[in-house]
């Protein structure tokens, strides 16, 4: 059962919410959490196994390696693709905080690249190719809110300045490139379970996919303190891994359970929060203070687009969040500083000056997150789109 913890109110649009859909869920999520509990192993057993097996089948991946969240998928991932201190990878200025950090705690340097403006809020090619210096060994763009960045401009600068491609697909599931899922385009990808995601689990957890048998050989070591199989010798017979220890990222079988349960309504739920989006388009789009709707840039390939992230940019942003938040919508600033700036790098040689990078910058300043998923009505929808009207009515 959900039940509700408080008396508080509901507020009559929460940023997000699954509860209904868990009505729905639970009696599956039940059977497969009793599959767990049956066999008492709760960690690294065989419904995560059995987890692995169906996004490798649902991506396509040759292999999916479950890891405890998202952000440990990227790290895992660039060590076991042979990233070390004294490498630079390049990462775009506008994410989630994990694209760079997860460099940094590989022991590499991130170092920025601008995104473009073109709406796709994707790395840019050429800011890349700027960014390229000897030390570099990778470049890792992040596929944001409900498109994939143009992965061909940058598989060309990564082929013409030997990179290597690792893509950080946390956000990116049901996306594809010419029928390839996000993740696989590069050497390898990551997905994140964290709940609000399109796929989320009811805690943390992630995913590393490739196609490479090797570097899924190594993931696999590295999540589990380095131990090859039950033996107790900790990474034997991996030569890139000596002198590496591994961690401890496994993933919870309560977490799996929750995830296969899940997965059945993936599909229709991509499906709803792409109606949900179109609904939200025709709706705001040419509203008073509202600069942009989500674009879908087109491609030289096929692309398909899954809504994680409605994702508008809008006049005064600050003042509309302050407005929405007073009659209980909620929304999300998806990102409000960019990383180049972030105090953790901004006093390092890794930071760079603010007005360096203007389009990372320019869409912190402006890019606002509505309510998206599965459970939200077009009733909420409504509600959503008229404060946003009577707020900048109200300032002409
Ligand atoms: C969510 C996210 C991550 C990190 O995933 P966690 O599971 O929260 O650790 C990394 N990169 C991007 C772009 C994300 O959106």
Request: hydrophobic residues 45%; contains cysteine.
């Given at each position: 059962?959900?039940?509700?913890?408080?008396?508080?109110?509901?507020?009559?649009?929460?940023?997000?919410?699954?509860?209904?859909?868990?009505?729905?869920?639970?009696?599956?999520?039940?059977?497969?959490?009793?599959?767990?509990?049956?066999?008492?192993k709760?960690?690294?057993?065989?419904?995560?196994?059995?987890?692995?097996?169906a996004?490798?089948?649902?991506?396509?991946?040759?292999r999916?390696?479950?890891?405890?969240?998202?952000?440990?998928?990227?790290?895992?991932?660039?060590?076991?693709?042979?990233?070390?201190?004294?490498?630079?990878?390049?990462?775009p200025?506008?994410?989630?905080?994990a694209?760079?950090?997860?460099?940094?705690?590989?022991?590499?340097?991130?170092?920025f690249?601008?995104?473009?403006?073109?709406?796709?809020?994707?790395?840019?090619a050429?800011?890349?190719?700027?960014?390229?210096?000897?030390?570099?060994?990778a470049?890792?763009?992040a596929?944001?809110?409900?498109?994939?960045?143009?992965?061909?401009?940058?598989?060309?600068?990564?082929?013409?300045?030997?990179?290597?491609?690792?893509?950080?697909s946390?956000?990116?599931?049901?996306?594809?490139?010419?029928g390839?899922h996000?993740?696989l385009v590069?050497r390898?990808?990551?997905?994140?379970?964290f709940?609000?995601?399109?796929?989320?689990?009811?805690?943390?957890a992630?995913?590393?996919?490739?196609?490479?048998?090797?570097?899924?050989?190594?993931a696999?070591?590295?999540?589990?303190?380095?131990?090859?199989?039950?033996?107790?010798?900790?990474?034997?017979?991996?030569?890139?891994?000596?002198?590496?220890?591994?961690?401890?990222?496994?993933?919870?079988?309560?977490?799996?359970?929750?995830?296969?349960?899940?997965?059945?309504?993936?599909?229709?739920?991509?499906a709803?929060?792409?109606?949900?989006?179109?609904?939200?388009?025709?709706?705001?789009?040419?509203?008073?203070?509202?600069?942009?709707v989500?674009?879908?840039?087109?491609?030289?390939?096929?692309?398909?687009?899954?809504?994680?992230?409605?994702?508008?940019?809008?006049?005064?942003?600050?003042e509309?969040?302050a407005?929405?938040?007073?009659?209980?919508?909620?929304t999300?600033?998806?990102?409000?500083?960019?990383?180049?700036?972030?105090?953790?790098?901004?006093?390092?040689?890794?930071?760079?000056?603010?007005?360096?990078?203007?389009?990372?910058e320019?869409?912190?300043?402006?890019?606002?997150?509505?309510?998206?998923?599965?459970?939200?009505?077009?009733?909420?929808?409504e509600?959503?789109?008229a404060?946003?009207?009577?707020?900048?009515?109200?300032r002409?």
């Amino acid at each position: 059962m959900v039940s509700t913890l408080t008396d508080a109110p509901a507020a009559p649009v929460p940023f997000f919410t699954q509860a209904e859909s868990f009505k729905e869920l639970w009696p599956l999520i039940t059977r497969h959490t009793d599959d767990v509990f049956d066999r008492g192993k709760f960690s690294h057993g065989r419904k995560v196994a059995e987890l692995e097996r169906a996004i490798a089948e649902y991506t396509g991946a040759g292999r999916a390696i479950a890891v405890n969240s998202g952000t440990d998928a990227l790290v895992i991932l660039l060590r076991a693709a042979g990233i070390k201190p004294g490498d630079e990878v390049i990462v775009p200025a506008f994410s989630f905080f994990a694209s760079a950090s997860a460099v940094s705690l590989a022991g590499a340097t991130p170092v920025f690249a601008d995104i473009t403006n073109d709406g796709d809020y994707g790395l840019d090619a050429v800011s890349v190719e700027e960014a390229v210096t000897e030390r570099t060994k990778a470049v890792m763009p992040a596929h944001l809110f409900h498109q994939l960045v143009d992965l061909t401009a940058l598989s060309d600068v990564a082929r013409r300045h030997d990179l290597m491609l690792l893509e950080d697909s946390a956000e990116a599931i049901g996306m594809r490139w010419g029928g390839t899922h996000a993740g696989l385009v590069g050497r390898g990808g990551v997905l994140s379970f964290f709940p609000t995601k399109t796929l989320g689990a009811l805690g943390d957890a992630g995913m590393i996919l490739t196609d490479d048998e090797d570097l899924a050989e190594q993931a696999a070591v590295l999540r589990h303190h380095g131990r090859m199989g039950k033996t107790i010798d900790h990474i034997a017979g991996i030569s890139n891994l000596s002198g590496v220890s591994g961690t401890n990222s496994k993933m919870d079988d309560v977490q799996a359970a929750i995830l296969m349960a899940k997965m059945t309504r993936l599909d229709r739920d991509i499906a709803r929060r792409a109606e949900l989006a179109d609904a939200y388009s025709q709706r705001l789009r040419g509203t008073d203070g509202v600069l942009a709707v989500p674009r879908i840039v087109p491609r030289t390939i096929e692309t398909e687009p899954v809504f994680y992230v409605y994702q508008i940019e809008v006049e005064a942003r600050d003042e509309l969040v302050a407005h929405l938040t007073a009659r209980g919508i909620g929304t999300e600033v998806y990102y409000p500083r960019p990383l180049h700036t972030q105090p953790c790098f901004a006093g390092t040689d890794i930071g760079l000056r603010p007005g360096s990078l203007p389009n990372a910058e320019a869409a912190c300043e402006r890019t606002l997150a509505l309510p998206l998923y599965p459970d939200l009505t077009e009733a909420q929808l409504e509600t959503v789109c008229a404060a946003i009207s009577d707020f900048y009515a109200g300032r002409r």
